[in-house]
């Protein structure tokens, strides 16, 4: 069996083709799954073949990526938590809560 190339748009769009939505989405999902390397703040990190060759670390949920393990997992240390409300999104929900009363 030969191995997906799930970093080529003319792969995927080939094999949503010819699997089908469902399948496709299944078999992609298990393909990110399995490509995470580590968790850092909550945070996956995937290892992902980066544009220049090699690999390339994408810091999931923070639209950031770096060529080394190391530099994915700082960026993800000094961003806040996973999950956490961003402190400036959290204020506006509050203020605009306080204004409905």
Same mark, same amino acid.
């Given at each position: 069996?030969?191995?997906?190339?799930?970093?080529?748009?003319?792969?995927?769009?080939?094999?949503?083709?010819?699997?089908?939505?469902?399948?496709?989405?299944?078999?992609?999902?298990?393909?990110?799954?399995?490509?995470?390397?580590?968790?850092?703040? &909550?945070?996956?990190?995937?290892?992902?073949? +980066? =544009?220049?060759? !090699?690999?390339?670390?994408? *810091?999931?949920?923070?639209?950031?990526?770096?060529?080394?393990?190391? &530099?994915?997992?700082?960026?993800?240390?000094? +961003? =806040?938590?996973? !999950?956490?409300?961003?402190? *400036?999104?959290?204020?506006?929900?509050?203020?605009?809560?306080?204004?409905?009363?």
């Amino acid at each position: 069996m030969t191995k997906t190339d799930w970093d080529s748009p003319r792969v995927r769009a080939e094999l949503m083709r010819k699997l089908g939505r469902q399948e496709y989405q299944r078999q992609y999902e298990e393909h990110l799954s399995s490509s995470i390397v580590a968790t850092e703040n &909550g945070y996956p990190i995937r290892m992902i073949r +980066a =544009p220049r060759g !090699g690999p390339m670390y994408v *810091v999931v949920g923070l639209g950031r990526a770096d060529y080394s393990l190391e &530099g994915a997992q700082a960026i993800a240390r000094d +961003a =806040p938590k996973a !999950g956490a409300a961003p402190k *400036v999104q959290a204020d506006a929900i509050h203020q605009h809560n306080a204004t409905k009363h």
